[in-house]
């Protein structure tokens, strides 16, 4: 299976008649330049990538950015899926209007602060084929806020959580720990490791097997079972 920082200088300048050192001048972007910085980034991006504002501040400031992109989905060049969250509409010949996935918003809602979000529950089940009902709610664990991002009639949902359960975040075992949590211990069969085994490389076996003591134990047994090459 398979973040924003301004960078201030403080150069200086010796002017010809004093002698003494200055501070340079530096004018800031016009709001037509933020404009056409903007609308460029925009036509290069990829189809389905989500924005928000921070994807553009090294392009002018807030206010700015905030601005142009009020502008831009007045004209709808742009369209607000959520709060702080744009994207450039698409539209199906048939299915009419296309909304972005929801790997798309974590991302976007992740760069956004630099955070690690780690799918959970019902969704990491259904992303590892355990169950292929997608809920209407998906859940990520984040080393950030919690909060709740509706799209269209989807619901993702953002869960702070401990340092020990991000330990995993990112990586297969991570997301096969969450998917086992979901499931309960009670209703871990053959089946599902099975699945699991078929599922998973070779390399993410090995991830699993390192990954093992981060995770609670009977879980980890699970994991351990997962990576062998028979049952």
Known sequence: MSEKRAIFSDMRTTSPSSGK??????????????D????AKLAASE????F?????LHLGSRAAVDKVLSRLTSTGALRRVARGLYDVPRTHAILGPLLPSADDIAKAIA???SLRLQPSGAYAANLLGLTEQVPMKLAFLTDGVSRTVHIGNQSILLKHTTPRNMATAGRISGLVIQALRHFKQAHIDDQVVATLRAKLTAEDK???LADASLAP????DVMRRIAQDKG
């Open 21 to 34: 050192s200055q501070p340079t001048q530096q004018t800031p972007p016009s709001h037509g330049s933020v």
């Open 36 to 39: 056409a910085a903007i609308r």
């Open 47 to 50: 189809p389905r990538k989500v």
């Open 52 to 56: 928000s504002p921070v994807d553009f």
């Open 111 to 113: 760069g956004k602060g």
């Open 206 to 208: 090995a991830v699993l």
């Open 217 to 220: 134990v009977w879980i980890a």
